[in-house]
């Protein structure tokens, strides 16, 4: 079954504009539980309390407050909120362009497709053109009543529009402190370099299924039909030994499992 | 949240038919098998359900760094080294820096399986959160249409565009948040005006709880040989 659209927009390129439609690249398969109280199993409420007193607030009562610092706020009302709101638009402008390493993973956000809604020849010409350039988009648009910065790909022929994080809300490594300690010797690092070779491979998205997912699903369906096995306790692990040996064991095993192999 | 006096409130779940406030140890996880029907889980099945090899994390595979697709990446976390586990670390970012190399693992915390990739950058790993293959659509579960023959010169007409507007560098002030700033500018105006600002006494705050990831590296290492 085909998705639905969850946005229209044109994308705004030099001279030339692009209708698009907007659709979610994800699906959420989280196993969602509901908080229930145990005597009733019946799905809680929530409300909002005052710390000392127990007493309920009703939502007209709450104000919203910034923390300027701790228990010092600043009351932001619903009409400031809406000031703030950027001016509603349907276009999607790119700025620029930037080859992908020039954008960190810690930067993307969320993927969505863009579907041509009308010009399909201007809208496979933009994807192939990024593909043959090597290059991503960097995107500006409104979306219900929210700013976004995007990363403009192409994927499989198809434009692929990923929503990139706010600078506020990303560290760089650059600003963190260097882990104490010495630095590794010649020896450990040829030796690394041993067993991180051995591991070497592709990325292969096939390879990995939430197997934990599928066993919490299958449980809660024996459960219901109340046939539920006995499950057995958690072993604790090991302690872990010194780099050296922990490193020469690795390499051996590896060594072995490639040989049998 | 405020109550009108400038409270900071608190959030509590209460029972809609005893109207009452429940504490943590009222309350129980349910899984909606049918309309108002559900199966209580407890936290003790959750964790027993992990498979054992995924209670640790088992960087199985290092892969290029570029070669995962970004719509993979769901959020990053810096892992700091435990005390007594910075020899390791350092070795491992070194490694991995110099070799271009990401480090793939999956593991299993807090009643949810997680797919990691692990990066070096400036002598400091981060891992990133991944989604499962199966979390992302197809274009062909979205339903987008076939690709239609393009003209050359359409190409050729973007391919110029990018060109002309290609920079080697994505500045951070690109990705600087407008509607923040604004928020910001209010919140300071308002500040200096001494106008609609409320004071109240603090409690230690509980911050949140750091996961050691290398600890579990360390002994996920230790656990293979």
Request: no cysteine; net charge neutral; charged share 35%.
């Amino acid at each position: 079954m085909a998705a639905r659209a969850i946005w229209k927009g044109e994308l705004k390129i030099g001279g030339t504009k692009i209708p698009v439609k907007l659709y979610s690249a994800v699906v959420d398969r989280t196993v969602h539980f509901h908080i229930l109280d145990d005597k009733h199993l019946m799905r809680v409420k929530q409300h909002m309390v005052n710390p000392d007193s127990g007493d309920e607030v009703t939502n007209e009562e709450i104000q919203k407050g910034y923390e300027l610092e701790p228990g010092k706020f600043v009351i932001i009302t619903d009409e400031d909120l809406e000031s703030l709101e950027p001016k509603p638009s349907r276009e999607i402008e790119i700025t620029e362009f930037v080859p992908p390493e020039a954008i960190s993973q810690q930067w993307y956000e969320r993927p969505y497709y863009l579907a041509p809604d009308g010009d399909q020849k201007a809208y496979f010409a933009l994807a192939e053109a990024l593909k043959n350039r090597e290059r991503e988009g960097i995107a500006r648009w409104v979306m219900r009543n929210k700013a976004y910065v995007g990363a403009l790909r192409s994927e499989d022929d198809y434009l692929l529009l990923v929503t990139l994080r706010n600078a506020e809300e990303v560290i760089s490594a650059r600003d963190l402190p260097k882990p104490a300690g010495r630095a590794p010797t010649q020896k450990e690092l040829t030796m690394a370099k041993q067993l991180v070779g051995l591991l070497e491979g592709e990325f292969n998205a096939a390879d990995y299924k939430d197997e934990y997912r599928e066993r919490v699903m299958e449980f809660i369906e024996q459960k219901a039909r109340g046939k539920a096995p006995r499950l057995r306790a958690v072993k604790s692990k090991r302690k872990a030994a010194s780099l050296d040996s922990v490193l020469q064991k690795s390499l051996q095993s590896l060594k072995k499992e490639k040989r049998a192999a | 949240m405020l109550s009108p006096e400038g409270e900071p409130l608190s959030r509590k779940y209460y029972s809609e038919k005893t109207e009452k406030d429940l504490d943590a140890d009222e309350m129980v996880r349910g899984y909606e098998i049918d309309k108002g029907k559900y199966v209580v889980i407890t936290d003790e099945e959750l964790e027993r359900l992990a498979p054992e090899k995924t209670r640790d994390i088992d960087l199985k595979v290092f892969v290029p760094e570029e070669s995962i697709p970004p719509v993979y990446f769901e959020r990053g976390y810096f892992l700091t080294p435990d005390a007594g586990s910075e020899k390791a670390y350092k070795l491992l970012a070194e490694t991995m820096e110099k070799g271009g190399k990401a480090g793939l693992a999956t593991f299993v915390m807090r009643g949810k399986e997680y797919l990691v990739s692990i990066f070096a950058e400036h002598g400091i790993l981060r891992a990133e959160t991944m989604r499962f293959p199966d979390e992302l659509r197809s274009p062909e579960d979205v339903g987008l249409p076939k690709k239609t023959k393009v003209p050359k010169a359409t190409v050729k007409k973007f391919e110029k565009l990018i060109s002309n507007k290609s920079k080697k560098q994505l500045s951070r002030t690109t990705l600087g948040d407008e509607q923040t700033e604004r928020l910001l500018k209010l919140v300071k105006k308002k500040s200096t005006q001494r106008k609609n600002i409320i004071e109240v006494e603090t409690e230690e705050r509980d911050e949140g709880k750091v996961i050691d990831l290398m600890a579990v590296l360390k002994k996920s290492l230790a656990a293979k040989g």
